[in-house]
């Protein structure tokens, strides 16, 4: 079976397997893990291989920054003493750990080799951890601590994985002094590039109103900043993080509306192609590692469970320590002890930092034990998507941790209502400044008017507190039914000869939009 041949099957599994999961309930990311693994445990199945700068340089960018970009930074703010600690202490604490018992179970595993693949495993998947989190309605703020932590932790997880990587091909890792430095200086490196990149691509934003032009530049900005990064011996990572950061503040300033559209669309459909063809490839590629392991390490399964069980221990002893930071968090310590410890699952960052594992040392000898911390990395990987994935709905509904709907329903409410307040306002400057035609003005001050007292209306009954309260699902439901029917009145009309086609092209597209506003 040719690669084309292989992509293109793994992207139909994907599309059937996010289908099912829509209707189950249940995170596509770990059901795509399973449905891999059985299809790769079929009679007939080629083996899979996939190139170590693969996922690295093409898929990796693009979902970091889609991640970044999706932070709300005011939110970050308030949590980020626990992130940093959580993204820097953790990691080192993870990748220690991991290191020490990988070395107890399989002696031959050096403590350097171990080391790799603890920093492998500190890393987190940020892309499927906030879709995970959205879905399940987490509060703001533990919302911007799971998104916050699970992207900064893979910075510094992977610049740890560069240093331990480059000292054991050159056969020593760096002294006590040299180590720190080298990973500041990548660190460091890595931020400023990402940032000076993000202030020209806000440039280039700001100088174009064209929304596909305008996409094509989101799409590019994460792979530009990455090799720009990385031919400058920084952190390719740590600058898309950032870069993503700053242009995820800014992002509302610098574009319109359409193209703003057009770009979350692009990258809806880019992050579900690549992440779900990753995720696959994990369930995938395991029948292939295991079968080119050595009769030495044919027991990779119980390191692989005992190296699974370490991470998710760390990472409750860790967070249960971090709630004891003074400031939010303390307030409701138990219930953010069961819902981040448990949102840590690992995905595409940690195989495509284990993928990217060179074949050999500087010294032309194969790099020690690749292929076990392959299986390893994969293995544990796919336990955490399944595990903490198909669970992690279970946890949040049993310590109760969710959003509160009507809350949020009121402030956008009054949001809606305010912005529109201020558009009726400059209207009346205009009219008094004689500015604009009286006839534009009044044509638009008609459809304003009719905006705001929709408005008012939403307003009024988000602050009615008594009765029976519709819940946000059903609302879904119901517009999306109203949506349905003016559709079909639309099409009817045309067969009817009562409207054009273009009229019908016209109306339907404010009809997708509402429709997608309703999803929001």
């Given at each position: 079976m040719h690669t084309a041949e292989i992509v293109l099957a793994l992207l139909v599994l994907a599309t059937l397997v996010a289908v099912f999961a829509e209707r189950l309930r249940l995170p596509a990311p770990s059901l795509l893990v399973l449905a891999g693994l059985a299809v790769g445990l079929l009679p007939g199945v080629p083996d899979v291989h996939v190139a170590p700068d693969l996922v690295s340089l093409v898929v990796l960018p693009p979902l970091l920054?889609?991640?970044?970009?999706?932070?709300?930074?005011?939110?970050l703010q308030t949590v980020l003493k626990p992130v940093l600690v959580l993204a820097l202490g953790l990691v080192a604490a993870t990748a220690?750990?991991?290191?020490?018992?990988?070395?107890?179970?399989?002696?031959?595993?050096?403590?350097?080799?171990?080391?790799v693949l603890g920093a492998v495993l500190a890393s987190t998947d940020p892309v499927?951890?906030?879709?995970?989190?959205?879905?399940?309605?987490?509060?703001?703020?533990?919302?911007a601590l799971v998104?916050?932590?699970?992207?900064?932790?893979?910075a510094t997880s992977l610049l740890l994985f560069r240093v331990v990587v480059g000292g054991v091909v050159a056969g020593h890792l760096a002294g006590p002094v040299h180590f720190p430095l080298q990973f500041v200086g990548l660190g460091a490196g890595g931020a400023a590039i990402g940032i000076a990149c993000g202030l020209v691509v806000r440039q280039l934003h700001q100088r174009t109103d064209d929304a596909v032009v305008a996409a094509v530049?989101?799409?590019?900005?994460?792979?530009?900043?990455?090799?720009?990064?990385e031919v400058a011996h920084t952190s390719g990572v740590t600058a898309v993080v950032f870069g993503g950061l700053y242009l995820g503040r800014r992002r509302f300033q610098m574009s319109r509306g359409p193209a703003r559209l057009q770009t979350a669309h692009l990258y809806g459909v880019v992050v579900f192609l690549l992440e779900s063809a990753v995720f696959a490839v994990i369930g995938l590629q395991l029948p292939t590692l295991v079968r080119h392991l050595t009769s030495r390490e044919d027991d990779f399964f119980l390191a692989a469970l005992a190296v699974t069980a370490t991470l998710l221990v760390v990472r409750v002893l860790w967070v249960w320590a971090v709630s004891y930071l003074p400031g939010e968090l303390e307030q409701r310590r138990s219930r953010v002890v069961a819902v981040t410890s448990w949102a840590g699952t690992r995905g595409v960052v940690p195989l495509a930092a284990a993928l990217s594992i060179p074949l050999t040392t500087h010294a032309g000898a194969p790099f020690p034990h690749r292929g076990l911390l392959l299986v390893l990395a994969t293995t544990c990987t796919a336990m955490t998507l399944?595990?903490?994935?198909?669970t992690l709905g279970a946890v949040v509904s049993r310590t109760g941790v969710v959003a509160d709907v009507d809350a949020l329903s009121r402030e956008q409410a009054v949001a809606r209502h305010a912005a529109l307040s201020a558009a009726m306002n400059r209207l009346d400057e205009l009219r008094d400044r004689e500015e604009a035609s009286p006839a534009a003005i009044d044509g638009l001050r008609r459809e304003f008017a009719d905006r705001l007292d929709r408005a008012a209306g939403l307003l009024a009954a988000a602050d009615a507190v008594t009765g029976p309260r519709a819940t946000r699902e059903e609302m879904r439901t119901l517009r999306r039914e109203l949506i349905a029917v003016q559709s079909a009145r639309l099409h009817q009309l045309v067969d009817d000869g009562r409207i054009?086609?273009?009229v019908r092209r016209r109306v339907q597209r404010l009809l997708d939009l509402d429709e997608a506003r309703s999803a929001d």
């Open positions: 920054y889609a991640a970044a970009v999706d932070v709300v930074i005011t939110d220690v750990t991991v290191a020490l018992v990988l070395h107890a179970i399989t002696p031959s595993v050096s403590i350097e080799a171990a080391l499927a951890v906030s879709a995970l989190a959205r879905r399940l309605q987490l509060p703001p703020k533990l919302l998104q916050g932590e699970s992207l900064l932790n893979d530049i989101s799409l590019l900005t994460p792979y530009a900043v990455f090799v720009l990064a399944v595990a903490q994935g198909l054009s086609e273009p």
